[in-house]
Nanobody, 124 residues
Framework: QVQVVESGGGSVQPGDSLRLSCVDS????????MAWFRQTPGKDREFVGG????????MLAASVRGRFAISRDNAMNTVYLHLRSVRPTDTATFYC?????????????????WGQGTQVTVSS
């Protein structure tokens, strides 16, 4: 049963902003990481960034640092990915993933639950 659900994708123009949401309906009491990945057809999933539920500093991949941001709302069991100044190269399916422990990083094997993805399309 998938317990991580993304939303907020859509079609936007270059330079626009967008906020993606990820709700963890099976959130555990222990600390663990929540991450965002993105994928385009024919390519591996790319780590975008992540955050842990308790403390910790959000981590962002170098490729999006300065344009994207991550935040969380513990009361809502929701993690957000804020996309700013989007580019056509940001077009992808964005996935939220839940880690088994307080880990944030690109190792996809560290995540035990993945959402079904939300599509972001950037074009003029």
């Amino acid at each position: 049963q998938v317990q991580v659900v993304e939303s907020g994708g859509g079609s936007v123009q270059p330079g626009d902003s967008l906020r993606l949401s990820c709700v963890d309906s099976g959130r555990r009491s222990s600390d663990y990481g929540m991450a965002w990945f993105r994928q385009t057809p024919g390519k591996d999933r790319e780590f975008v960034g992540g955050i842990t539920w308790i403390g910790g500093t959000p981590m962002l991949a170098a490729s999006v640092r300065g344009r994207f941001a991550i935040s969380r709302d513990n009361a809502m069991n929701t993690v957000y990915l804020h996309l700013r100044s989007v580019r056509p190269t940001d077009t992808a399916t964005f996935y939220c993933a839940r880690a088994r422990r307080a880990f944030i990083g690109a190792d996809t094997s560290a995540y035990d639950d993945w959402g079904q993805g939300t599509q972001v399309t950037v074009s003029s």
